[in-house]
T-cell receptor, first 113, second 113 residues
């Protein structure tokens, strides 16, 4: 069975600082990996996805993520955080269009002025 | 514009009432999902459907029921609401053309008094 671990429950960064959110997955075959963002009281918005090819993927809002098979990781990064990035971030793993997604427990990001 | 809609956004209702949460999508997706999410917590899949007249229960046991009579419509019903049903309910959809990514509606915040 597939699983996702987000080790950091809560991260606080200053505006303008760089950001890295960690995600580790467990899956027997080549995973399909996703990052979502959720603002308070809202649904989830897809930031980026990976399923093959270049291991560094670019997403919306200036986010990127790097797939590292040897470490079973798919960490999310942003060079310079904006106050509007404060939200809950979820990593998810799937097995392609025919399967369900498994979500991590989320990382709450706080951005200090 | 293709999108996924949920109504109502907020609902406060008394114990014992029957409620239906609406979810519709104009994205042409065949798969639809219902998740339950308590504040600041992870998502739990409660129902999913891979097409018309196909519905399955998810990982989290729920007293709710769903139907899928039309491709674009996936309502969730609670026959007799209880305070333990107080939560946020998120609807999502995905298509066969992607890599399994799901697109989410804005959610319904349900409070049962």
């Amino acid at each position: 069975a597939q699983s996702v671990t987000q080790p950091d429950i809560h991260i606080t960064v200053s505006e303008g600082a760089s950001l890295e959110l960690r995600c580790n997955y467990s899956y027997g075959a080549t995973p399909y990996l996703f990052w979502y963002v959720q603002s308070p009281g809202q649904g989830l918005q897809l930031l980026l996805k990976y399923f093959s090819g270049d291991t560094l993927v670019q997403g919306i809002k200036g986010f990127e993520a790097e797939f590292k098979r040897s470490q079973s990781s798919f960490n999310l990064r942003k060079p310079s955080v904006h106050w509007s990035d404060a939200a809950e971030y979820y990593c998810a793993v799937g097995a392609g269009s025919a399967r369900q997604l498994t979500f991590g427990s989320g990382t709450q990001l706080t951005v200090l002025p | 514009e293709a999108d996924i809609y949920q109504t109502p956004r907020y609902l406060v209702i008394g114990t014992g009432k029957k409620i239906t949460l609406e979810c519709s999508q104009t994205m042409g997706h065949d798969k639809m999902y219902w998740y339950q999410q308590d504040p600041g917590m992870e998502l739990h899949l409660i129902h999913y459907s891979y097409g018309v007249n196909s519905t399955e229960k998810g990982d989290l046991s729920s007293e709710s029921t769903v139907s899928r009579i039309r491709t674009e419509h996936f309502p969730l019903t609670l026959e007799s609401a209880r305070p333990s049903h107080t939560s946020q309910y998120l609807c999502a959809s995905s298509g066969t053309g992607g890599q399994g990514e799901q697109y989410f509606g804005p959610g319904t915040r349900l409070t049962v008094t």
